[in-house]
């Protein structure tokens, strides 16, 4: 049964079928005479799926050959690291091979083509490939997505991940943070709120529309503060007299339609009973000692 991925007509697209006309044959070459890709968009190879490969190696050999290109007077991989790996720590000293010359572009998008069919490239892997698909060989987003058999959005997405903070990169290209959270944190735009909220996404377990809310209630713009009503000068007036005739702080709170309040301080139950004296009988002395004492058990 022909095996399908989301890449379009995927390898067969890239490697059609063609004769020996078409510079393409079938060897078996010495393990040591083959060359790592350096269009290779993978870095890290899951070492327990390795292992697992190693051992089918062993029992099995090389089912499938690997893909390769003349390159001086060695051999260049162009597809199939994982199997040349496996083979070399299985310690088989040739693996079959499919020989064919093609340029540096066909070459790296065959690499990732073959990566993205058997065992996904975590998104920054993808994004750096894309990048050098751009940067080295001049192809812009709509030839990548050809080449790649992906949509042209998909692409640039992808590659804006490489906007990010270098420490973010890192929580993708680990699988700590999804592409999904990491495309979200590009709207934060300040480095340090984006590292903030990766770490906040992480660790609290955020969904990508959490993170979304996240993001937009850090960036929301503060309420703007309310400001005080301008006070006359007869408030002004009033609040000094007050003030003198109490011997303590006063302050007139104006509001609304000329509606306020009048704020008078004190300090401890004997100024409490002052002020009671020196208001309810106007003309007594601000300094004298209270008439009327209060305390605690009073209500």
């Not at 050999?61 to 991989?77: N, S, T």
């Amino acid at each position: 049964m022909e095996r399908r991925s989301g890449l379009g007509k995927g390898l067969s697209a890239l490697i059609p079928d063609a004769g020996p006309q078409a510079g393409t044959e079938l060897r078996e070459l010495p393990v040591t005479a083959i060359k790592t890709n350096e269009y290779q968009p993978r870095t890290e190879f899951d070492e327990e799926a390795l292992a697992t490969l190693t051992a089918s190696v062993t029992e099995l050999g090389i089912l499938q050959p690997v893909l390769v290109r003349p390159v001086g007077d060695h051999f260049e991989l162009v597809a199939g690291e994982r199997r040349w790996r496996a083979a070399q720590a299985a310690g088989l000293e040739t693996i079959p091979a499919i020989v064919r010359v093609v340029d540096d572009p066909l070459s790296l998008a065959q690499a990732l083509v073959e990566n993205l069919q058997r065992e996904d490239l975590n998104a920054m892997e993808e994004a750096v490939a894309y990048r050098q698909l751009g940067d080295e060989f001049g192809l812009d987003a709509d030839a990548i997505a050809t080449r790649v058999g992906k949509a042209r959005p998909t692409i640039a997405n992808t590659l804006r991940l490489l906007q990010l903070p270098p420490e973010i990169q890192a929580m993708v290209r680990d699988r700590r943070l999804s592409a999904g959270h990491a495309r979200t944190l590009l709207a934060a735009e300040d480095p340090e709120l984006q590292a903030s909220l990766a770490a906040r996404a992480i660790d609290e377990q955020l969904s990508v529309r959490a993170l979304e809310a996240a993001v937009k209630a850090a960036q929301r713009p503060p309420a703007p503060k309310r400001r005080p009503r301008e006070r006359s000068a007869s408030i002004l007036e009033v609040e000094e007299r007050l003030s003198e005739r109490l011997a303590t702080s006063v302050e007139v709170q104006m509001g609304a339609k000329d509606r306020g309040r009048i704020v008078i301080q004190f300090s401890g139950i004997e100024d409490l009973t002052r002020l009671f004296d020196v208001l309810a009988s106007p003309d007594a002395d601000p300094d004298a000692a209270p008439q009327t004492p209060l305390d605690s058990s009073n209500d």
